[in-house]
T-cell receptor, first 119, second 114 residues
Framework: EAGVAQSPRYKIIEKRQSVAFWCNPI?????LYWYQQILGQGPKLLIQ????????DSQLPKDRFSAERLKGVDSTLKIQPAKLEDSAVYLC?????????????????FGPGTRLTVL | AQKITQTQPGMFVQEKEAVTLDCTYD???????LFWYKQPSSGEMIFLIY????DQQNATEGRYSLNFQKARKSANLVISASQLGDSAMYFC???????????WGAGTKLIIKP
């Protein structure tokens, strides 16, 4: 079974430029997550999709970040314009469902991440 | 507010020794789940073990076990017979709240010495 795919693996841009990241979840997984992981910190959830609908985007800086999951499969995360503080690893994860409750096992499977450096 | 605390930024352990990674959590919800993930230098998060708040027994998965002390709100990960390949970042996370999302700790960097 193929895992979660992400591209590119690395990206270097200058501030105020735009950048896009792509994620292909595990086949059949309804829920897709985008996380931002700043060096030395744990991941922070940016947005969660259930199929092609948004479950939670409360921590997504909507003035510069956008994400979509057309057709409920692949997803794209975009930053426009980028700031220095956006330098981080962007992780995509997927799970079968979002879980039926807080006790739900519902393991999240992660991709290799995209390391973004903003100069 | 829900919170995960990992107090050990880094640890050095001799190969073949057991190691305990600390995790404490804070929540007012009676129902929650606790996860441990491993993140090697390659960057991918690898699921290790899960414990539900109502589970009577501590979870075990091969060389990994979770020392769950509910009254103390701690969920320490124990790795037995450590190997060089165990060198990585380890994250504790909790599922809970209204959206059942994962809340993550800051991680512990584990280095196994030969």
């Amino acid at each position: 079974e193929a895992g979660v795919a992400q591209s590119p693996r690395y990206k270097i841009i200058e501030k105020r430029q735009s950048v896009a990241f792509w994620c292909n979840p595990i086949s059949g997984h309804a829920t897709l997550y985008w996380y931002q992981q700043i060096l030395g910190q744990g991941p922070k959830l940016l947005i969660q999709f259930q199929n092609n609908g948004v479950v939670d985007d409360s921590q997504l800086p909507k003035d510069r970040f956008s994400a979509e999951r057309l057709k409920g499969v692949d997803s794209t995360l975009k930053i426009q314009p980028a700031k220095l503080e956006d330098s981080a690893v962007y992780l995509c994860a997927s799970s079968l469902t979002s879980g039926t409750g807080s006790l739900s096992y519902n393991e999240q499977f992660f991709g290799p991440g995209t390391r973004l450096t903003v100069l | 507010a829900q919170k995960i605390t990992q107090t050990q930024p880094g640890m050095f352990v001799q190969e073949k020794e057991a190691v305990t990674l600390d995790c404490t959590y804070d929540t007012s919800d009676p129902s929650y789940g606790l996860f441990w993930y491993k993140q090697p230098s390659s960057g991918e998060m690898i699921f290790l073990i899960y414990q539900g708040s109502y589970d009577q027994q501590n979870a075990t998965e091969g060389r990994y076990s979770l020392n769950f002390q509910k009254a103390r709100k701690s969920a320490n990960l124990v790795i037995s017979a450590s190997q060089l390949g165990d060198s990585a970042m380890y994250f504790c996370a909790m599922r809970g709240g209204s959206n059942y999302q994962l809340i993550w700790g800051a991680g512990t960097k584990l280095i196994i010495k030969p």
